[in-house]
């Protein structure tokens, strides 16, 4: 693991794949998982570095790094998204894998995890840029991927189009391959349901802590930190159950109403000018400082480590959800819950994506397609069976609902690798 940490305002931040071992770690304890175990679950199979040489549209020629990381397939094939960000490292990139083999695990999906990303800026690139680097990308891990092996999905700044292109130059070298990937367009094989997934399956989870804590949905509110697919579309779940969403924020700046934003006028802003900052009949603020503002529900949707030293003691949320990989730097979780704010963790919340992906994937291998009602109705079931099993176990082991989580998780795959064999 890399010794150096990174730094936001002089405060020390942990990448992803330090943060997730610390989790790790802190459930391997509880459970008295044996070193050999622990060592062969921390290490990811498989670590592929590739380098995308892409002409540009104005005919330079660019080379880029890309990776894919196969953490663990004890339980099933790889599973995993793609991103495309400037800051995408080998070191995020691990570690956004690990968690994504707890996720599946925890969610009790037949899958192990996996990541990957290029390092760009999409925001600087053509539409025929992006085709072309998504293909060369494609090309140079197409024997790594598969639908029994390897499946990956829109992470990201990516989507259904990447995704399209993924899936066209696979299957150009392996014949027609609709489950290479999950999050295509309706017309591939795609499920409609899939763009709003992730922030359906995190509405399902901040609803039915409301219930159990007595709070009915008209009459709570929400902040959520990053107004991207996550969080756009949470926005929206939210909404339609009562809630008043009273900030949103992107890399832009922050929008704030207490009485409750108009969703559907924020988002339609944000389509018109790429922000939401300037919104009309609201307050723009700085992004940061929408987590001091007074609420229930606190729910960073953007990137790892959003909550850190150097603002957590602004928070005043009754309970934190992690719609975002990695939100709470791993230091400060234990300091917002001595606070008596808990936090429900990523592996939890964020898990409908690729649930839906799972539903995505059977029906392509089996060539019979579920109605949305159906999507909808087992992609809740997941959510919540999850939920009970993740606050049953906290509860029995008095720990976090992270250590609970992590626990349940890695039992499974060390369950899972025991049986199948080391050797």
Same mark, same amino acid.
């Given at each position: ?7 936001? +305002? ?6 992803c794949e330090q943060s ?9 304890? +509880? ?14 199979? +498989?670590?592929?570095?590739? $380098? ?6 104005? =005919? ?10 196969? $953490? ?31 996720? /599946? ?45 390897? @499946? ?18 696979? *299957? ?17 094989? =795609? ?6 997934? /992730? ?24 902040? @959520? ?43 339609? $802003? ?24 007074e609420c229930d529900f606190?729910?960073? *949707? ?5 909550? $850190? ?41 964020? *898990? ?57 998780? @890695?039992?499974?795959?060390?369950? /899972?690798? +025991? ?5």
């Amino acid at each position: 693991m890399a010794d150096e940490v990174k730094k936001t +305002r002089g405060y020390r931040l942990l990448n992803c794949e330090q943060s997730s071992r610390v989790h790790f770690d802190k459930a391997a304890n +509880r459970l008295g998982l044996d070193e050999q175990m622990r060592n062969w679950l921390r290490i990811p199979l +498989r670590e592929i570095r590739v $380098h995308l040489p892409v002409v540009r549209d104005d =005919g330079n020629l660019c080379v880029l790094e890309g990776y894919r990381v196969q $953490h663990n397939n004890a339980r099933g094939p790889f599973k995993g998204g793609i991103r495309y960000h400037s800051e995408v490292s080998m070191e995020d990139i691990r570690g956004l894998a690990a968690w994504m083999t707890w996720k /599946t695990a925890l969610l009790d999906l037949p899958y192990g995890g996996a990541k990957g990303g290029v390092t760009c800026d999409p925001k600087q690139l053509s539409l025929a840029e992006l085709e072309r680097i998504t293909r060369k990308y494609t090309q140079a891990i197409g024997f790594d991927i598969g639908p029994h092996q390897d @499946i990956p999905a829109p992470d990201v700044n990516t989507d259904e189009n990447v995704m399209a292109w993924i899936m066209d130059e696979y *299957s150009k070298i392996h014949g027609y391959s609709p489950a290479v990937v999950t999050g295509k367009p309706v017309d591939l094989g =795609g499920l409609a349901i899939r763009k709003e997934a /992730t922030g359906l399956g995190a509405s399902f989870i901040v609803e039915k802590w409301a219930k159990d804590n007595g709070m009915k949905m008209n009459e709570t509110t929400a902040v @959520i930190q990053g107004f991207g697919n996550v969080g756009h579309n949470l926005a929206f779940c939210l909404q339609d159950m009562g809630c008043r969403v009273i900030a949103v924020s992107d890399t832009g700046a922050g929008v704030v109403n207490r009485d409750g934003l108009d969703i559907d006028a924020v988002f339609e $802003h944000k389509e018109k000018t790429g922000s939401v900052a300037g919104c009309p009949g609201v307050e723009t603020v700085d992004r940061e400082n929408i987590f001091g503002l007074e609420c229930d529900f606190l729910i960073p *949707s953007a990137l790892q480590n959003a909550i $850190h030293g150097g603002n957590y003691r602004n928070v005043r949320a009754k309970v934190i959800f992690e719609a975002a990989n990695g939100p709470t730097c791993p230091v400060i979780e234990p300091r917002l819950i001595r606070k008596g704010i808990p936090v429900v963790p990523d592996i939890l919340v964020n *898990s409908g994506g690729v649930v839906v992906s799972y539903f995505e994937w059977v029906q392509n291998l089996q060539q019979f397609n579920w109605d949305e009602d159906k999507v909808y109705n087992e992609l809740k079931k997941k959510m919540i069976d999850a939920y009970d099993a993740v606050f049953g176990k906290a509860e029995e082991e008095k720990c976090s609902l992270r250590t609970a989580a992590y626990m349940i998780a @890695i039992a499974k795959v060390a369950a /899972t690798a +025991r049986t199948r064999g080391i050797y």
